[in-house]
């Protein structure tokens, strides 16, 4: 059985720094693509960072680019969101899942974490 569970969440002031970890189990990790999403209240869920089997692709929205990085480590079987300098635009429940960017049906998602950035 698959699962995803993320941590890490919380609340921060803005230019704050928060790091969310996901951790996996149940599946072939290190030959998966993984990526992160958040929705934002009253907002559709987003795309936020994504990263290859093997760490040398990674993707990110423009509103993130150069403020967040995404990591993995496939011995442990976990994926990071590294996020500086937070927004309160950045204030959303963030969730990690298998696959890229797509939102695909056979994708897995894990169960959330809220990050609340005050001004």
């Known amino acids: 059985q698959v699962q995803l569970v993320e941590s890490g969440g919380g609340l921060v002031q803005a230019g704050g720094s928060l790091r969310l970890s996901c951790a996996a189990s149940?599946?072939?990790?290190?030959?998966?693509?993984m990526g992160w999403f958040r929705r934002a209240p009253g907002k559709e869920r987003e795309f936020v960072a994504s990263?290859?089997?093997?760490?040398?692709?990674?993707s990110y929205t423009d509103s993130v680019k150069g403020r967040f990085t995404i990591s993995r480590d496939n011995v442990k079987n976990l994926v990071y969101l590294q996020m500086n300098n937070l927004k309160p635009e950045d204030t959303a429940v963030y969730y990690c899942?298998?696959?890229?960017?797509?939102?695909?049906?056979?994708?897995?998602w894990g169960q959330g974490t809220q990050v609340t950035v005050s001004s």
């Open positions: 899942k298998t696959g890229g960017e797509a939102e695909l049906t056979i994708d897995y």
């Open positions: 149940g599946l072939p990790f290190s030959a998966v693509a």
């Open positions: 990263i290859n089997r093997s760490s040398d692709r990674k």
